[in-house]
């Protein structure tokens, strides 16, 4: 939710605590940039930064959707099976002669029908997302198996792996553009759409909200089905990176989404976040995997340090972020 | 008799503010003591002195003999006095037996290790039970308790921490009559046992058939201690309230029916859980319907089910002569029919947005289709609405990007009054709307609340405070155990008629006619 106060004319301290509370995430970014560039000056290179945001368009994709279950202070852990059961889905569509456009499509729509299952069992039984969620992980995880009998499926169409992993004009990645085009929608939605907007009022007091007059069954629906949609899409980018369809694509990706969220900045407890701050989030945790590979380190150290990392920004934000109490 | 407690000349003030004003109460052995008050008058402040919550700024307090400067909430329970508050304190998850002595568990020494000795426990707790006429076994889980067999329970616990003074804050407030009945029977019991009983209760006639004695407090002060063979209840009334108060804005009252066209009509509503029933009224346009009553008494609950945000059973609502449907506030928002609630952080405002973004919902919802999800936001033309109710309610903040948190109590609330302006409405409710709110911001809101009215809008207003409601109110209705006891223009209403309607319910026109026939 952007802010027009003029900064300027506070003191100092509050000077830090607004920008800090505006900018840390870039900042963190920025400083890790800065500091591989320093270690291995190749890590700077136009080249890279593009390998990076082609490395880590899966996490951000997921983390999009993501955010809108953590937005509402809830969870969608689904969203790794959701990945793999629409890749599955759209694979073995394509398989059937279905034109990939149209097998791509229908693997989004699969997803969005999780997610609106998901939404659908939340407000139904009135659990928490936590527990739903982990249901349905399961559920979906297991359906994704029984369709493709726990084999992988090829992606037959060369043309959809060409066109999706492939890069425009042989640079920029179509991962990145269909970031980008994903992002400018959800931007719009969460700045300029009632219903966006509404989603934060839920996130922050769903019991005004219900006395404001908005359908908190209705948005709870759409903010999961949102979820399941950019989850499908990152199944949709990964078996055209890989060549197949694995039914056990995405296990355990759901950390890394709900990570680049909270690096984002995005408050666990619902209502506060903005989406480039949690694309800025997935960049991060793509940096860090590529910065560590390419200065030497061995993957065990990246797990300890996107660890270490996602307690700190947390921490980081619970001293000088909004609800810090300065 | 033994006096057990005697609370000598207390004084409390909050930040300066004389919430009690040299009171002195005292409690004897085996009596049950009936504190009395309309709200705010000090009962609970006094009692939670008593408990060693709070501290008197002047006063002391003397307890089986020894006196106590600063007494301590140890020291308070470990001089047997209990008090049992109005929202049970009782750990739901747990059983009976753990609940009574949660806190001071029984052990026994096995090869020298300490260990919960649940035989003692268990019999202890059957011998409590039975003392307080609950037939449950002690391994119930508290859950499972209706609220008359919980409250046993919290009397057991009492007992069993050898309690002399049990104080009972408005125990009857959710209770049906046969297990008013069967609490009075224990509570009796316990009297003759020797224990003493404060009890607090707004029900006049509950008052004279248990209390031995009764303390009137009034705006802090004690008004006297009578013993309740000299009782009646137009003197309990008259005692607690007797103030000399008529308003200035008495004189802009009219009475509107007749003259002005009905708004809202409601007739035989009945809500699902029976909180209310069989209510039945009409909003005039441009006058303010005062709602009375005790808290409790269905009034909150009406106006929820009015509003959507209750499930009804029964009953019609028309908003001039169309018959509405409303199941949920959007139905409501979109008729126009807005409701300020009573808890301004829990029901009101969005503690993650800006002023101006709590006021824009509420236009942003109304004009919105398909339950608040369809339609587009713009954010100049948001900033201009905001910033022109902050002008105009002159709510204090730094700017309009301020998050409303930041806010005090009186801004806040204009704050949610904005929002209704922006969105505009035929029928407004106001639950409690000056809660907690200065005195300054209190006049703002009546004004407006006028304004509203002379505007041509219905306005219900929901308020505990006698003086406030007969300030503001054309007509008043009074609430009482769920029902409306009586609807009185505001030039007939006395203040002793409104606590006589709320006390008594139904039977206040009998009380009526009787204390007439008398002299």
């Avoid at chain 1, 061995?298 to 300890?304: D, E, K, L, N, P």
Wanted: with cysteine.
């Amino acid at each position: 939710m952007s802010e027009t106060t003029s900064v300027w004319q506070r003191s100092n301290r509050d000077k830090f605590t607004i920008l800090w509370g505006r900018y840390s995430t870039v900042a963190i970014l920025v400083l890790m940039i800065a500091v591989f560039s320093l270690v291995e000056p190749i890590f700077m290179s136009g080249r890279n930064m593009l390998q990076i945001v082609d490395q880590g368009s899966v996490t951000i994709l997921l983390a999009c959707g993501e955010f809108f279950a953590i937005l509402l202070a809830g969870i969608d852990l689904s969203v790794g099976s959701v990945m793999a059961l629409s890749g599955v889905i759209t694979a073995q569509l394509i398989g059937t002669g279905l034109p990939w456009p149209m097998a791509m499509l229908m693997g989004v729509l699969s997803g969005g029908l999780a997610g609106f299952l998901n939404g659908l069992l939340i407000s139904a039984t009135k659990l928490p997302p936590f527990i739903i969620t982990l249901g349905t992980m399961a559920i979906l995880r297991g359906t994704t198996w029984v369709l493709s009998n726990a084999r992988a499926v090829p992606v037959s169409n060369a043309m959809y792996s060409r066109v999706i992993s492939g890069r425009l004009f042989t640079v920029v990645p179509t991962s990145l553009i269909l970031i980008l085009i994903l992002a400018g929608f959800l931007i719009f939605f969460t700045t300029r759409t009632k219903a966006g907007r509404n989603l934060y009022a839920m996130g922050g007091n769903p019991q005004a909200a219900w006395y404001a007059g908005i359908n908190i069954t209705r948005h709870t629906l759409l903010a999961f089905t949102i979820s399941g949609i950019c989850a499908a899409l990152a199944g949709a980018v990964n078996i055209a990176r890989l060549g197949s369809a694995e039914p056990n694509a995405g296990t355990g990706y759901e950390t890394y989404a709900i990570a680049a969220v909270i690096i984002g900045g995005t408050s666990f407890f619902g209502g506060e976040g903005v989406i480039w701050k949690v694309l800025v989030g997935g960049l991060i945790i793509a940096t860090i995997n590529n910065g560590l590979n390419m200065v030497g380190v061995s993957a065990y150290y990246q797990q300890i340090a996107m660890g270490a990392l996602i307690i700190l920004a947390v921490t980081l934000d619970r001293f000088f972020g909004p609800r810090s109490g300065r | 008799m033994e006096c057990l407690v005697s609370m000598d000349h207390i004084t409390k003030e909050f930040s300066g503010v004389p919430a009690l004003r040299d009171i002195s109460f005292e409690i004897q052995a085996g009596e049950i003591h009936a504190l009395l008050g309309e709200n705010g008058a000090g009962k609970s402040t006094l009692m939670k002195i008593l408990s060693g919550a709070y501290t008197p700024t002047s006063g002391s307090i003397a307890i089986n003999g020894d006196t106590y400067n600063h007494l301590t909430t140890k020291q308070s329970a470990d001089a047997g006095i209990s008090i049992i508050y109005q929202e049970l304190s009782l750990v739901p998850q747990l059983s009976i037996l753990e609940n009574i002595f949660v806190g001071r568990l029984l052990t026994t020494k096995v090869f020298g290790v300490s260990v919960l000795d649940y035989p003692a426990m268990r019999a202890r707790s059957r011998e409590l039970l039975e003392m307080v006429g609950l037939n449950r076994s002690p391994n119930t889980v508290v859950r499972a308790l209706s609220i008359s067999e919980k409250q046993l329970v919290e009397i057991a616990k009492s007992l069993a921490f050898g309690a002399r003074v049990i104080v009972m804050d408005e125990p009857t407030s959710s209770l049906v009559e046969e297990e008013v009945d069967r609490l009075f029977t224990i509570v009796g019991r316990l009297r003759d046992n020797g224990t003493a009983v404060v009890f607090i209760s707004h029900k006049l006639n509950e008052v004279m058939a248990l209390a031995d004695r009764v303390t009137i407090l009034k705006d802090g002060a004690a008004v006297g201690t009578l013993p309740i063979g000299e009782c009646t209840i137009d003197l309990l009334v008259q005692l607690m309230v007797g103030r000399e108060l008529k308003s200035k804005y008495l004189s802009n009252h009219a009475d509107m029916r007749g003259s002005a066209e009905p708004v809202l009509e409601v007739s035989n509503l009945t809500r699902s859980d029976g909180k209310v029933r069989d209510i039945s009224f009409t909003l005039y346009a441009g006058e303010i319907l005062g709602v009375s009553g005790l808290v409790g008494a269905g009034r909150t609950e009406l106006m929820a089910a009015i509003y959507g945000a209750a499930p009804k059973r029964s009953g019609v609502i028309t908003l001039k002569g169309r018959t509405l449907k409303i199941r949920r506030p959007y139905d409501a928002i979109k008729v126009g029919i807005a409701m300020v609630t009573e808890d301004r952080k829990g029901t009101g405002f969005f503690h993650n947005f800006s002023v101006s973004q709590n006021i824009a919902i509420g236009q942003d919802v109304k004009s919105s289709f398909w339950g608040g999800l369809g339609g587009l936001i713009n954010p100049r033309n948001q900033q201009h609405r905001a910033q022109e109710q902050v002008l105009d309610l002159s709510i204090k903040c730094r700017d309009i990007h301020q998050r409303i948190i930041e806010l005090s109590g009186g801004n806040q609330q204009k704050v949610l009054l904005g929002r209704q302006l922006t969105a505009g409405c035929e029928v407004i409710i106001f639950d409690e709307p000056t809660k907690g709110i200065d005195v300054g911001t209190k006049s703002a809101i009546y004004t407006l609340m006028r304004d509203l009215a002379d505007a041509g809008v219905g306005v219900l207003v929901v308020s505990s405070e006698l003086p406030e409601i007969m300030a503001i109110s054309d007509r008043i209705m009074v609430f009482s155990e769920g029902r409306i006891a009586t609807v009185m223009p505001v030039v007939e209403a006395t203040e002793e008629k409104l606590v006589r309607a709320a006390a008594l319910g139904s039977a206040w026109d009998k009380g009526t006619q009787q204390s007439e026939e008398q002299p």
